[in-house]
């Protein structure tokens, strides 16, 4: 399969033979993913926690844990490398992408984000089950692609030249006339930066938007599609939306900025651009 992307019809079909994750996340006093995976999710799906998979000695939200760790806290969720994963949330798109992304840093060969998400899969009234999931515990490895991540002096490097960074947060908000939800934070964006937000990706029902649709709203940006892209945004969730986006358009690892705007709008020593 050469799109990121599978059908609920799909996985109805393979059920049982596939790995299916719920990475449900919400924004922070927006809800709690574990009792939206609890109240109902797909058959054998297990809770990707993106908050608790993270490195918790860092004062940036849900960065990349080292690998040995993200191994130890995947291999308890029962998730191998043997078999395909396909993650999914609530919303229809949003942070599922993360939890792809994610896996595929930590060396997962065949990742794929369910279309439309529980939404959809509702929507059909396909079965649900209830409850905390009883995972079976796996030995897993570490492994890590670090060509799919980027860190603060490598996104420096990006935008005196090397890529193109693309923000994936609302325009409001990439131009600084809308606060950071985040406290501390400056408004505004990386200088020389394009801003394609993940919204306008997503269509009404929860899937992701056509091919036609999605390669219009990247060069209405003014971004080149033959080019590197390294996708960014508030705290490297929904930047994960733009990289699932590019993979659809053939555009395959489009690398994250982990810490995003969360680190690079509270630093002191990073450049703040505003309007557009």
Known sequence: MTSPLVSTEWLAARLGEVQVVDATWFMPGE???RESYEAGHIPGAVFFDIDDLSDKAVDLPHML????????????????RERPVVVYDAHGIFSAPRAWWTLRVMGFPEVFVLDGGLKTWRAE????????????????????RPELVRDVEQVRDALAGAAQVVDARAAARFRGEAPEPRAGLRSGH??????????????????LKPSGELRQAFTAAGVDLNRPVVTTCGSGVSAAILSLALTQLGCADAPVYDGSWAEWGGRADTPVATGD
């Not at 990386?190 to 899937?207: C, E, I, Q």
């Open 31 to 33: 809800g709690v993913g």
């Open 65 to 80: 844990p080292a690998p040995a760790a993200f191994a130890e806290a995947a291999g308890a969720l029962g998730l191998t």
């Open 125 to 144: 009234a396909r079965p649900v089950e209830t409850g905390p999931g009883a995972p079976r515990p796996a030995a897993l490895e570490p492994a890590f």
């Open 190 to 207: 990386m200088p020389g930066a394009r801003n394609v937000p993940w919204s306008g990706l997503v269509a009404a029902d929860g899937t």
